[in-house]
């Protein structure tokens, strides 16, 4: 990699001479953000349930893929919780499974 593209694929260049001068769309993007793909994305079915930790009952959609949970989210056709988990509901970043 020489000195040229190693500075048109630093963030700063990407801002100040592309079409986003905040820094906040394209210009942030690495070559490795650009490849990331949600993991809800490959998951084999969506089924319905309820968070366990208490009596609130707020809804969940959790992902399945090969048998096994990629995700958990908030349902957002929940009346109660629309769509939002709190700490004890949400799973721990995919890092810390």
């Known amino acids: 990699?020489?000195?040229r593209t190693w500075v048109q694929e630093w963030p700063?260049?990407?801002q100040l001479t592309g079409t986003d001068p905040l820094g906040?769309?394209?210009?942030?993007?690495?070559?490795?953000?650009?490849?990331?793909?949600?993991?809800?994305a490959t998951a084999?079915?969506?089924v319905k349930s309820v968070c366990p930790y208490c009596a609130v009952g707020c809804a969940q959609n959790v992902?399945?893929?090969?048998g096994r949970v990629v995700q958990i989210e908030g349902d957002p056709d929940s009346p109660i919780s629309r769509g939002r988990l709190c700490p004890r509901g949400r799973p721990p970043?995919?890092?810390h499974r």
């Open 1 to 3: 990699m020489g000195v």
């Open 12 to 14: 700063v260049y990407r």
């Open 24 to 40: 906040r769309g394209a210009a942030a993007a690495s070559a490795a953000t650009r490849e990331l793909r949600p993991r809800t």
């Open 44 to 46: 084999d079915r969506v």
């Open 63 to 66: 992902y399945v893929k090969d």
């Open 93 to 95: 970043p995919a890092d």
